[in-house]
């Protein structure tokens, strides 16, 4: 993981929403073992930092990434990645 507020260069595609890329960069680690099963994925104010989004934009990604199945929140504590059982009946796997 990056130091706290260390900015992510990155190139925005045209064609998609920098919330959708963000997340793909996210379900990319998870996929990849970077962030393994119940590991604690970046907070909202992490990922704004990081890669330049608004709190808004964070919010929606964490959002997207619980309905798809790829993350789970526990209040007040954060959001970790889903088992991979629970992701495949997420996506009707």
Do not use: C
């Not at 595609?13 to 990319?28: E, F, H, T, Y």
């Not at 680690?29 to 992490?46: A, R, V």
């Amino acid at each position: 993981m990056r130091a706290y507020g260390a900015q992510v260069m990155i190139e925005w595609r045209a064609n998609a929403p920098k919330w959708q890329q963000v997340a793909d960069i996210l379900i990319a680690g998870i996929s990849d073992g970077t962030y393994p099963p119940d590991s604690q994925l970046p907070s909202q104010h992490e990922l704004a930092a990081e890669y330049g989004i608004a709190l808004n934009t964070a919010q929606k990604i964490m959002r997207r990434l619980r309905e798809q199945g790829w993350a789970y929140s526990v209040k007040g504590v954060g959001t970790f990645v889903a088992p991979e059982e629970q992701r495949g009946a997420a996506q009707g796997g």
